[in-house]
């Protein structure tokens, strides 16, 4: 469906948190530009101290590229009309709405109203109701106009270069702030590892109890450096695979994992000091994107923003080597008292047909509905 040739008004879509949840937020505001036959400016990235982030969507991804790839499909600006700017944009905050929250109906007369508006898209929007013109936009979007700039594409592929092949790409969560968020409690952990623990817990305390126990067998408690080598180990991975670790700062107990598999690296063991220290997180996460997209093999142990973009944009490109770790399987199996050879065979069962193919992972909307 062609392009009207009169736009509706200006959005701005506004994204927080980190590298791969705003991209997703970004690709999700660009199908409801087109959707409100609204013009969309270019996004506004939080800047969060949390992250160690400064830089932008120009800083991460290809402007100019993005522009070129939606002509036609969605109307882009890099700069407002002065008579648009002055004002400043009308926040629609889209984050606190419950249930199904359709943008048609609630956010189209802000539009109409203040010409100019930004927003957050909520994860509860109406997609079945998007005509297919708009489902096009924000899978082209997604898996076709953002790439990341030329300097840290060409840094992105000398880091994959420097990795020995055939490789794994592991994506390990186990920082404080992710202990603390999942309120569960580990036993055993160094004194360093449980004070950084109870430093980012704030008010949310751990679960006690049997509160404790059917959380942690509901598969809610991130696995353990420790616990995702023996994972590894029980599906056949040998000790000498190379693994490139793509994590973020403050990995804690490690030493689980390095001591059954030693061919580790990082961006930081890749790259050279001076190059590591002028990186922010945003630049950071976006090496180990691009890296995990064309690695040989790729598994996560957790299913957040970034396993689901790579998982989604891996099967995009045929790459079905993609696994995420049962965190739920594991529990249950301990729970029942397994140990040893016969927790390494159900664990080996357990994860026999938990390949993932992308589907429902990002964009499910993007991915035919097939079965092999």
Sequence with gaps: MALPAKTNGYIRVDCYGGLNQMRRDFCDGVGIARLLNATLVLPKFEV??????SSGFADVFDVDYFIQQMHGFVQVVKELPLEIASKGPFQVDCRKRKGQFDYIEAVLPSLHKHRYISLTPAMSQRRDRYPLYAKAVFCHACYKAIRLTYALEKKAAELLKAIPKPFLALHLRFEPDMVAYSQCE??????????????????????????????????????????????????????????YLAAGDGLMEMEGLKSAYSNIFTKSSLLSGEDFRGMHGNTKAALDYYVSINSDSYIATYFGNMDKMVAAMRAFKGM?????????????????????????????????????????????????????
């Excluded at 969060?48 to 982030?53: D, I, L, Q, V």
């Excluded at 006690?208 to 942690?216: D, K, N, S």
Aim: aromatic share 12%; with cysteine; proline share 6%.
């Design 48 to 53: 969060a101290a949390y992250w160690n982030e």
């Design 320 to 372: 079905h080597r993609t696994l995420f770790l049962s965190r739920r399987a594991f529990a249950q199996l301990i729970s029942k008292g397994l140990k040893g050879k016969q927790l390494r065979r159900e664990l080996w069962r357990a994860h026999l047909e938990d390949f993932s193919l992308g589907r429902g992972s990002a964009l499910p909307d993007c991915f035919c509905e097939f079965k092999l």
């Design 186 to 243: 580990y036993p055993g952990l160094s004194p360093s590892s449980m004070k950084a623990i109870e430093a980012a817990r704030g008010d949310r305390r751990p679960w006690t109890g049997e509160a404790a126990r059917v959380w942690w067998n509901r598969g809610k408690c991130p696995l353990t450096p420790h616990e995702t080598a023996f994972i590894l180990q029980a599906l056949g991975i040998p000790r000498n695979t190379t693994i």
